[in-house]
């Protein structure tokens, strides 16, 4: 009966329940995608360091075959753990990075110049090729002097025991051997990269990452404005 049917209550979740319960969701989500790519990056970051240390006792070795084994350079774990508190922040910093460079390139595309260049295309992957070309260009010409200059150069001085006021100065002889050597490795590597799905952006890069964060190290690690980037010189010992 009419009557019996509105005894019957059915109790739905408001929309603004509804609403937080998703929201909940979605940033339990991505804070736990956010954790998984910084302990991601810390390990690379870790293997790295141990990468460029193993080279740097290696060519030790080679050039002093007659010291005592007490005089010879060995495992410096607090850099490597150095490195690796490093990373963390890496991972977080870079996945927000890609996910920004995706929306900007995206309007990038859409901008009437790109847009008349791509439509008298014959080649249906000219857009790709524009987008990889525009993320590339705004990775090293906008992301890695921010970060390089703001976070890694930065952390590692202060983790390594030296005050704030030695920071300018570390960055100042530092970053631009570091800007040289990621072009040098990182131009073709991105190439891969950005046309990788987006959700597996971060992990693609392991492998060249590791390669990387040991060059990182042997630049971070050396005092004064005379060293170059150690690029070439790891790859010919590999």
């Not at 209550?9 to 995608?33: C, F, I, M």
Request: proline share 4%.
């Amino acid at each position: 009966t009419i009557q019996s049917r509105n005894r019957i209550q059915v109790s739905y979740p408001k929309k603004n329940e509804r609403q937080g319960g998703v929201t909940t969701r979605l940033d339990s989500a991505v804070s736990s995608h956010l954790v998984s790519e910084a302990f991601t990056f810390a390990t690379i970051c870790f293997l790295g360091d141990l990468l460029a240390q193993t080279k740097e006792i290696k060519k030790q070795k080679q050039m002093e075959s007659s010291a005592s084994s007490s005089e010879r350079k060995l495992l410096d774990w607090q850099r490597t753990r150095r490195f690796a508190y490093k990373g963390l922040g890496c991972g977080v910093i870079w996945s927000f990075w890609y996910r920004f460079a995706e929306t900007l390139t995206d309007q990038l595309m859409g901008t009437k110049f790109l847009v008349d260049m791509v439509a008298t295309s014959t080649s249906g992957s000219m857009y790709r090729i524009m987008k990889t070309i525009a993320s590339i260009f705004l990775e090293q010409m906008v992301a890695c002097p921010i970060i390089y200059g703001l976070w890694d150069l930065p952390m590692l001085t202060l983790l390594g025991g030296k005050p704030a006021s030695a920071i300018p100065r570390e960055v100042k002889s530092k970053l631009p051997k570091l800007l040289i050597a990621n072009a040098k490795l990182w131009t073709f590597v991105n190439l891969l990269i950005y046309n990788t799905p987006l959700q597996y952006r971060v992990y693609a890069l392991s492998g060249a990452e590791i390669i990387w964060q040991s060059i990182v190290s042997l630049i971070a690690s050396k005092d004064g404005e005379s060293t170059e980037p150690p690029l070439l010189e790891l790859a010919a010992q590999k």
